[in-house]
T-cell receptor, first 116, second 111 residues
Framework: SAVISQKPSRDICQRGTSLTIQCQVDSQVTMMFWYRQQPGQSLTLIATANQGSEATYESGFVIDKFPISRPNLTFSTLTVSNMSPEDSSIYLC?????????????FGPGTRLTVT | RKEVEQDPGPFNVPEGATVAFNCTYSNSASQSFFWYRQDCRKEPKLLMSVYSSGNEDGRFTAQLNRASQYISLLIRDSKLSDSATYLCVVNKGGGSEKLVFGKGTKLTVNP
């Protein structure tokens, strides 16, 4: 499976500011995704990062709050804009891989965000 | 009804025990099924995909019942290193690559 890195690994930010999280993969991948894991909760899909076009957002998530870039097949960024304490969460990127007919996903190490 | 529901746990078992996790999903169109494990403060890692015929990987056995929309994971001869949260995951339907995660069941294996 691909090696996935994220930067920063953690950050503490003030409300009203924005943070951009980077996700780098060591090989070209078609599918990249961004998730959020709030404290004590499971993962929720934010959006699919599409190379060369706008990201596809899930219900409850909007581009103005979570702009995403995908300039090539190995890199994506997620920005958390105008942060509030409710945005404190772990943000994870994942990449899609294929095992036969099954589409598996592999996750980066995550970015732990605390908003004060 | 939640898209993916799991045993709430937590499970505390002694080393060597057999433990079973259950999961139900609501979308009958889902076609891909997985178990992930997540260690504390770490990212989820794919444990195994779940196939219709059931599959086994060492001490781990996964089964799928499409009619009942039910998935299970059995861990035999549990080890201390099996302590983690186990996440039941299904795709959003059809050939969708989007995944829906259950809330997870925490397992602690005690010496």
């Amino acid at each position: 499976s691909a090696v996935i890195s994220q930067k920063p690994s953690r950050d503490i930010c003030q409300r009203g500011t924005s943070l951009t999280i980077q996700c780098q993969v060591d090989s070209q991948v078609t599918m990249m995704f961004w998730y959020r894991q709030q404290p004590g909760q499971s993962l929720t899909l934010i959006a699919t990062a599409n190379q060369g076009s706008e990201a596809t957002y899930e219900s409850g998530f909007v581009i103005d709050k979570f702009p995403i870039s995908r300039p090539n097949l190995t890199f994506s960024t997620l920005t958390v804009s105008n942060m509030s304490p409710e945005d404190s969460s772990i943000y994870l990127c994942s990449v899609g891989g294929r095992a036969g007919d099954v589409h598996e996903q592999y996750f980066g190490p995550g970015t732990r965000l605390t908003v004060t | 009804r939640k898209e993916v529901e799991q045993d709430p746990g937590p499970f505390n078992v002694p080393e060597g025990a057999t433990v079973a996790f259950n999961c139900t999903y609501s979308n009958s169109a889902s076609q891909s099924f997985f178990w992930y494990r997540q260690d504390c403060r770490k990212e989820p890692k794919l444990l195994m995909s779940v196939y219709s015929s059931g599959n086994e990987d060492g001490r781990f056995t996964a089964q799928l019942n499409r009619a009942s929309q039910y998935i299970s994971l059995l861990i035999r001869d549990s080890k201390l290193s099996d302590s983690a949260t186990y996440l039941c995951v299904v795709n959003k339907g059809g050939g969708s690559e989007k995944l829906v995660f259950g809330k997870g069941t925490k397992l602690t294996v005690n010496p």
